[in-house]
């Protein structure tokens, strides 16, 4: 039995990987932001953990209160 998934995103601006992964503790999701825009809220989790990755280009992100590059 394998351990891992392989998942193939299209060129949408969100995609959601939370049921696809069966994940119990982490929301991941894959998001295209034009240059210049950003999120339209900011928010926290209690109970998960939330990742952030940046896969191309540059951002930044409010973590622990303090603005992050």
Do not use: Q, W
Request: avoid cysteine; proline fraction near 4%; charged fraction near 20%.
């Amino acid at each position: 039995m394998e351990n891992f998934k392989k998942i193939t995103v299209t060129d949408i601006p969100r995609t959601e990987l939370h049921d696809i992964l069966n994940l119990t503790g982490a929301e991941i999701s894959i998001n295209t932001l034009p240059a210049g825009t950003s999120v339209p809220f900011s928010h926290y989790h209690k109970a998960n953990e939330e990742i952030y990755g940046i896969l191309n280009g540059a951002g930044t992100a409010l973590l622990d209160g303090k603005n992050v590059n």
